[in-house]
T-cell receptor, first 113, second 112 residues
Framework: AQKVTQAQTEISVVEKEDVTLDCVYE???????LFWYKQPPSGELVFLIR??????QNEISGRYSWNFQKSTSSFNFTITASQVVDSAVYFC??????????FGAGTTVTVRA | DTAVSQTPKYLVTQMGNDKSIKCEQN?????MYWYKQDSKKFLKIMFS???????INETVPNRFSPKSPDKAHLNLHINSLELGDSAVYFC???????????FGSGTRLTVV
């Protein structure tokens, strides 16, 4: 069975603070794919990043960065210098070769001005 | 041009009614999905079709029936609606599971 755990239910920060969202996953497969999605208050699901199990390089995209560590089965997401527009629910997800995308429970991020 | 479009966006209906949600994708993807998001924001897969063939059918009441007339369309029909069916239903598509999934904007179903 595969499982994605996002232990942080809610995080509240003041604008310009950095925030890190934790994601821990479980799978017995050697080939798998990890994703982060953002769900703003408007409700749509926005794709942020995909990472395959063979690529442990960290990635930075603007104020967003991701840290993938297979040794600890973690795929953490950091927002640097947060802005009010970053307020959303963030989901970590895992897929294998069975077409099922399994989501974590989500972390609600609130950025206060 | 919307990649994955769902209609309607909002659906309010009475218990016991039958309703359908439609989904269309113009990405040329082979695989389409229905996900349900409950009131606690938890997202769970319901069904998946690959080239019109059902490949995933999770533990969902048989009041829910998906239909894929072609690989660009995946509709969801729900019979005898119950209060517990109230949720947001998301349609999604992918070419390969490894490429990521493109989601529609969701259909908020409220059963009263």
């Amino acid at each position: 069975a595969q499982k994605v755990t996002q232990a942080q239910t809610e995080i509240s920060v003041v604008e310009k603070e950095d925030v890190t969202l934790d994601c821990v996953y479980e799978t017995r497969d050697t080939t798998y794919y990890l994703f982060w999605y953002k769900q703003p208050p408007s409700g749509e699901l926005v794709f942020l990043i995909r990472r395959n199990s063979f690529d442990e390089q960290n990635e930075i995209s603007g104020r967003y960065s991701w840290n993938f560590q297979k040794s600890t089965s973690s795929f953490n997401f950091t927002i640097t210098a947060s802005q009010v527009v970053d307020s959303a629910v963030y989901f970590c997800a895992l897929s294998r070769n069975d077409y099922k995308l399994s989501f974590g429970a989500g972390t609600t991020v609130t950025v206060r001005a | 041009d919307t990649a994955v479009s769902q209609t309607p966006k909002y659906l309010v209906t009475q218990m016991g009614n039958d309703k359908s949600i439609k989904c269309e994708q113009n990405l040329g993807h082979d695989t389409m999905y229905w996900y349900k998001q409950d009131s606690k924001k938890f997202l769970k897969i319901m069904f998946s079709y690959n080239n019109k063939e059902l490949i995933i059918n999770e533990t969902v009441p048989n009041r829910f029936s998906p239909k894929s007339p072609d690989k660009a369309h995946l509709n969801l029909h729900i019979n005898s609606l119950e209060l517990g069916d109230s949720a947001v239903y998301f349609c999604a598509s992918s070419q390969r599971h490894s490429d990521g999934y493109t989601f529609g904007s969701g259909t908020r179903l409220t059963v009263v």
